[in-house]
């Protein structure tokens, strides 16, 4: 039996990958402060013996501190095959994309403090959750935007939302620092557009579109929308994704891995399919809004973990909004 400590286990990533372990048999240690998630998100896991819940914040040091402990406590049982932290917690919530402050302290001050935390008990490897956001206005090339290209951003003139970007961006340089100065084994993981049925707020794509469909029959959308086309993860497969990486030595070499799909659908479809799912045939549509500095599309490239893992997706676009519609009827 393996230990894993996950932050923002009540979010839309740290829950799943939290059940996903405890499906095999793991031991999973999760907190979170509740900022853009809620309990109920783990309620079928709460009472599992082999996960402990804590509503501990990752900004807070004393907390962190009690997390320190409990670790260091149960790895001096010998129980444990291997002890590995995740950092799932991140403000990904998009009215927060804007607020530098909260980015700044929770994605990057924190997420150092938690790496530092994992190095210090000895965990073995450290899985850091980062973005595909950090690809911003380079983000669709033939085949998909790969690891190794350069990266385009906008900058402080033209959107703000670049901060949590750049901020995420950071954190996988100090993954790459721990790496090569040998303190701990570990990986970056840029995420596609995940989504999940248990979303809690409707002003993410996929459930602003669902829940606008459901209560009024039509949605309102940004004019980028006439354009816009993105692809979409559903979170079993981001956190299976996860999982896979964990689990395989040499992909913890400290790089990043892009994780997402190659279904793309335009956001005009993604409606008109949430609609037909609702049984609503002809949705109302109304535009209204720019957002400046948002690319028209974003695919990402994701034979480097194919390759390193075998993973893939198994959910498709039409299957997850399937999952998301029963979710709500």
């Known amino acids: 039996m393996n230990l894993y400590v996950i932050s923002g286990v009540t979010g839309m990533t740290g829950n799943e990958v939290a059940r996903q372990l405890i499906s095999r048999g793991d031991r999973v240690i999760g907190f979170d402060n509740f900022f853009a998630s809620s309990i109920e998100s783990i309620k079928d896991i709460l009472n599992n013996p082999n996960f402990t819940f804590y509503e501990y914040d990752l ?6 501190n009690l997390l320190k402990d409990e670790v ?10 291997k002890i590995a932290y995740v950092n799932c917690a991140a403000v990904v919530h998009t009215e927060h994309f804007y607020h530098v402050d909260r980015t700044f302290e929770t994605n990057v001050v924190s997420m150092k403090t938690f790496l530092d935390q994992a190095i210090d008990v000895g965990a073995v490897a450290y899985i850091n959750c980062s973005t595909s956001e950090v690809y911003s206005m380079d983000s669709y090339r033939e085949g998909g935007v790969k690891e190794s290209d350069f990266l385009t951003l906008a900058n402080a003139e033209h959107s703000q939302r670049t901060s949590y970007a750049v901020g ?3 954190t996988e340089f100090f993954m790459k620092d721990a790496v090569e100065t040998g303190k701990i084994h570990g990986c970056s993981i840029r ?3 995940v989504y999940s049925k248990s979303e809690l707020y409707p002003k993410h794509i996929i459930p602003h579109i669902l829940t606008s469909l459901k209560e009024r029959g039509g949605v ?12 979409f993860l559903h979170n079993f497969d981001s956190c299976s994704a996860v999982i896979a990486l964990m689990d395989c030595d040499k992909a913890l070499d400290g790089s990043v891995y892009n994780v997402g799909t190659d279904e793309e659908i335009s956001i005009l479809d993604l409606v008109g399919l949430c609609g037909r799912k609702l049984g609503i045939e002809k949705p109302e549509i109304i535009f209204k809004g720019y957002r400046a500095s948002d690319p028209e599309k974003r695919l990402l490239n994701t034979e480097k973990i194919r390759k390193a893992t075998g993973w893939k997706p198994v959910v498709s676009i039409e299957k997850g909004i399937e999952m998301c519609v029963a979710e709500i009827k």
């Open 220 to 231: 309102e959308l940004l004019e980028n929308s006439k354009k816009n086309c993105r692809s």
């Open 191 to 193: 995420f596609a557009n």
């Open 72 to 81: 260091l406590s149960l790895k001096s049982s010998g129980a444990f095959g």
């Open 168 to 170: 995420k961006l950071m």
């Open 59 to 64: 900004n807070n040091g004393d907390e962190m």
